[in-house]
């Protein structure tokens, strides 16, 4: 048996995008344009064609801006802003991507082009072609035209974002030539579809119990990693490593299918082999299967996420409660992870935006199926380097939402002051600390609120200098990565997640401007699948990090899990145990002792189990130890630490 969960259609309701919802945030702009207001009188614009565009291919497309009864004065300028992932706009080379040619049907009027860019890192506004009125002026009705991706051959000449998504072609207008900027309503959407099918991706869960039966989510993505909706097929399971019950091959009617019927006899680990039609064969994560269900469920999430809320406009047309619906969707149905969170920047969020993201999560989570955890992120000041830290709540009736813009929360100490009195509610977890862009100058810390460290995202990884998977950007390992914490002493547990820049969690690379590292994974051994359980195993440290794959890791110290904090006599044995089962071959698993690796045992397969006593035993007041490991394939797992106190 097999059923659909929705994601396709979910995902295709897009046709009526430029309408009631766009228009919803009650005259001010959403995500990157938060900043502008709405204008009135000030026109309309219409593309042609409206669409669809398909992710990364060529496209040509003509934007007509008709004036308003305000119309436009001499001096005053129409600016035209393509989505984020677009061909950034041009008017110097007739041969080069995004060339725009342009005109105006008033006589007398000469428009005067000009190119803004942003700065990566600065702003999350797209670059955009100013069109200023040199002589003349526009009156009601009066049109400028702009011929995107023009070239002299006629062969289309911008390229269309990667992500499949309806995306928002803006319009500002500066209709009294005086400087002052407003937001054309109703902006041309044009809805950028999937390219071809290239793969499946097997999600599986993690553990099962003998005999009792479970599911597999098969997604089918094209070579970006969209979501492909209109897949159509057959797809066939077999088991690998022991034996398996499976429903042979079920029928695929959409990009996400829900395949049921699956059951383990013996204990074991074991990998299911799909094979969907038309598509290289594919294969689950490992799944462990016990005789009883265990005590702590290995849950996988992806609790970082920046959405359509504050930048860019991921996906066009949609009002803020449905930005948080399309987020937890997302996750929860197509990258298939068990909790998640719309981790928006709360200095661009306004109350009722913050509102709806609690809702949301109020809203999304079913216990045993997703668990969606109410957040904002915290942005520092970059010429402090004060950092970024998301701040996770586990209560979502109304927690507060303290910004970095607001004198009475804009330092960290002043952020960790308003959360006082939430031990155990709240947390605040700093994200790529050794960015020498925004990242975290550790003279900031609270081990109240701050527990974890998100070792690696899209950005890259931030554990030490020398580290595999660097920032993308710059980089100041020295003073700001996770070994410079660990080595002050903080007792940081570690996860990973995504940063991804598209309300895409879970499953994605994209960063606004270009492509990142994949996004990682937070996993967390957990006493129970809900809210509580998910906070509890993170408050307790009981979790660690992925570069993206579903390796389960196990790691003891003295028979303490990770995240644990023990006390050892001087002369007693510090005996590591380490079992892992990777989503391919194992090459090595590190032993990290005190920002050194102390132990390296070799892989060899996708599965490991190793035992190690350090003979150094005690070499400072606290020791710590974590375990680090490495896939063939260049995927990693980190523990969090377990720190050994002198007895």
């Not at 690998?240 to 204990?267: N, R």
């Not at 200098?465 to 920032?471: D, T, V």
Request: charged share 25%; net charge negative.
């Amino acid at each position: 048996m097999e059923r659909d969960d929705g994601i396709a259609e979910y995902f295709a309701i897009h046709d009526d995008s430029t309408g009631g919802r766009f228009m919803s945030q009650l005259g001010r702009g959403i995500g990157a344009f938060r900043d502008f207001t709405f204008g009135e009188g000030i026109g309309r614009a219409e593309a042609d064609p409206p669409g669809p565009a398909v992710a990364g291919r060529l496209g040509m497309w003509r934007f007509t801006y008709s004036a308003g009864p305000r119309g436009v004065a001499d001096g005053g300028a129409v600016r035209f802003t393509p989505p984020n992932g677009f061909s950034a706009p041009q008017f110097e080379d007739m041969t080069a991507p995004g060339y725009c040619s342009f005109s105006c049907d008033e006589k007398g009027v000469r428009l005067a082009p000009s190119l803004w860019e942003p700065e990566l890192g600065i702003t999350f506004l797209p670059a955009s072609l100013t069109l200023t009125l040199e002589a003349g002026s526009l009156a009601e009705g009066g049109r400028v035209e702009i011929v995107y991706g023009w070239t002299p051959s006629g062969i289309p000449g911008a390229r269309a974002q990667l992500l499949a998504m309806p995306a928002a072609f803006h319009f500002t207008i500066n209709a009294a030539g005086d400087g002052g900027w407003e937001l054309l309503p109703g902006p041309p959407v044009i809805d950028v579809r999937p390219e071809a099918p290239a793969k499946a991706i097997a999600v599986s869960p993690a553990q099962a119990v003998c005999g009792e039966p479970f599911a597999l989510r098969i997604v089918v993505r094209d070579r970006y990693g969209n979501v492909v909706p209109d897949y159509r097929g057959k797809i066939e399971f077999r088991a690998a490593g022991g034996e398996a019950h499976h429903p042979g091959a079920v029928s695929a009617s959409g990009g996400v299918t829900v395949a049921e019927g699956f059951s383990i006899d013996a204990p074991g680990v074991r990998r299911i082999e799909v094979e969907a039609e038309g598509l290289p064969p594919a294969r689950t994560p490992p799944i462990r299967a016990e005789a009883r269900a265990p005590e702590r469920r290995l849950l996988f999430g992806d609790p970082h996420c920046m959405s359509g809320l504050c930048v860019g406009e991921y996906p066009a047309g949609l009002d803020a409660r449905g930005i948080v619906d399309y987020v937890h969707t997302y996750a929860r149905d197509a990258a298939g992870v068990d909790f998640g969170a719309c981790t928006s920047l709360g200095y661009r969020m306004d109350d009722a935006e913050w509102r709806a993201v609690c809702e949301g999560a109020r809203d999304f989570t079913e216990p045993g199926r997703y668990v969606a955890l109410p957040a904002y992120e915290w942005f520092g000041m970059r010429e402090r380097q004060d950092g970024n830290r998301n701040v996770y709540f586990l209560d979502d009736d109304g927690p507060p939402k303290y910004h970095s813009r607001d004198p009475e929360s804009d330092m960290p100490e002043k952020l960790w002051a308003k959360l006082e009195g939430m031990e155990g509610r709240a947390l605040t977890i700093p994200h790529h600390s050794a960015s020498a862009i925004i990242g975290t100058r550790w003279e900031y810390h609270n081990p109240r609120f701050q527990r974890l460290v998100e070792i690696y995202s899209i950005w890259g990884n931030s554990e030490a200098q020398g580290c595999e998977r660097p920032l993308v950007n710059s980089s100041d390992y020295e003073h700001q990565s996770v070994e410079v914490a660990l080595e002050k002493g903080f007792r940081l547990g570690i996860v990973a997640g995504s940063d991804t820049h598209t309300s895409q969690p879970g499953y994605s690379n994209r960063l606004r401007l270009k492509n990142g590292w994949h996004g990682g994974y937070a996993c967390v051994w957990a006493e129970s699948f809900d809210r509580e359980g998910i906070f509890r195993a993170l408050w307790e440290r009981r979790c660690y990090g992925t570069t993206g794959a579903r390796i389960i890791l196990e790691f003891t110290l003295g028979g303490e899990p990770m995240g644990s904090e023990i006390a050892l006599a001087a002369g007693a044995a510090r005996e590591v145990w380490v079992r892992a089962e990777g989503t391919g071959d194992i090459a090595e698993v590190a032993v990290i002792k005190n920002a050194r690796a102390a132990h390296l045992f070799k892989g060899g397969g996708e599965s490991f189990e190793g035992r190690w006593t350090d003979p150094a035993g005690r070499e400072r007041g606290t020791d710590y130890y974590y375990v680090r490991v490495k896939q063939a394939d260049g995927e990693m797992a980190w523990s969090s630490p377990v720190w050994v106190e002198a007895g």
